[in-house]
């Protein structure tokens, strides 16, 4: 079992749907983050939140939206997605979000394996 | 975009023998991360090696850093069928916004065999 708690765990979904990703932390954690990652492949970066502040979007299309209404819970609201964006999210946080040196490991979640149809 | 590459892509060995994946990257690091990542779940911190540091063991696990030539290589001794996974190395990069920013290598699958 995971620290980090994301559902649902699959998610099938139409281009024109609407759906939201959601992720929960309860290590006291300040920074958390969204990841893709496509089989076979590495994860990769998509948006960071520190103290529930956005730190960075790695030029994320706007049909992903992130969200994080308090310290322990991160949303990505789904709108218009491709049959490319099919793939598994992973969320992850870290204790420090702030200015601090580096050296922290990240807590990954299961994730959520989205299929787009 | 990746960070670098890691070799082998792929690793098939029996039960009990030794397991190296080597990892090298490009820029310059305060550290380096470890990852395994079993068959469709999320990612396990296995270890973290900083920049000052040459070599680090957990366990069955030992992992060295060499800034010169920018690379790292896990070793996993005695592997065990459980060991079973893929493997990511990982530079760690703070954001000025907060946070710190993960790019993961290619990545070595690994197969122990009963």
């Known amino acids: 079992d995971t620290e980090v708690t994301q559902t649902p765990k699959h998610l099938v979904m139409g281009m024109t749907n609407k759906k939201s990703l959601k992720c929960e932390q309860h290590?006291?954690?300040?920074?958390m983050y969204w990841y893709k990652q496509k089989a076979k492949k590495p994860p990769e970066l998509m948006f960071v939140?520190?103290?529930?502040?956005?730190?960075i979007n790695e030029s994320v299309p706007s049909r992903f939206s992130p969200e994080c209404p308090n310290s322990s819970l991160l949303n990505l609201h789904l709108h218009a997605l491709q049959p490319e964006d099919s793939a598994l999210y992973l969320c992850?946080?870290?204790?420090?979000?702030?200015?601090?040196?580096?050296?922290?490991?990240?807590?990954f979640g299961d994730g959520t394996r989205l299929s787009i149809l | 975009s990746q960070q670098g590459e890691e070799d082998p892509q792929a690793l098939s060995i029996q039960e009990g023998e030794n397991a190296t994946m080597n990892c090298s990257y490009k820029?310059?690091?305060?550290?380096l991360q470890w990852y395994r990542q079993n068959s469709g779940r999320g990612l396990v911190h296995l270890i973290l090696?900083?920049?000052?540091?040459r070599e680090k063991h957990s366990g069955r696990l030992r992992v060295t850093l060499d800034t010169s030539k920018k690379s790292s290589s896990l070793l996993i001794t005695a592997s065990r069928a459980a060991d079973t996974a893929s493997y990511f190395c990982?530079?760690?990069?703070?954001?000025?916004?907060?946070?710190?920013?993960?790019?993961f290598g290619t990545g070595t699958q690994l197969k122990v065999e009963l």
């Open positions: 992850a946080s870290s204790p420090r979000g702030d200015r601090g040196p580096s050296n922290q490991p990240q807590h």
């Open positions: 939140y520190s103290y529930e502040k956005l730190s």
């Open positions: 820029t310059s690091i305060n550290n």
């Open positions: 090696i900083r920049s000052n540091e």
């Open positions: 290590m006291g954690h300040r920074a």
């Open positions: 990982a530079t760690d990069a703070r954001l000025t916004g907060g946070g710190n920013k993960l790019t």
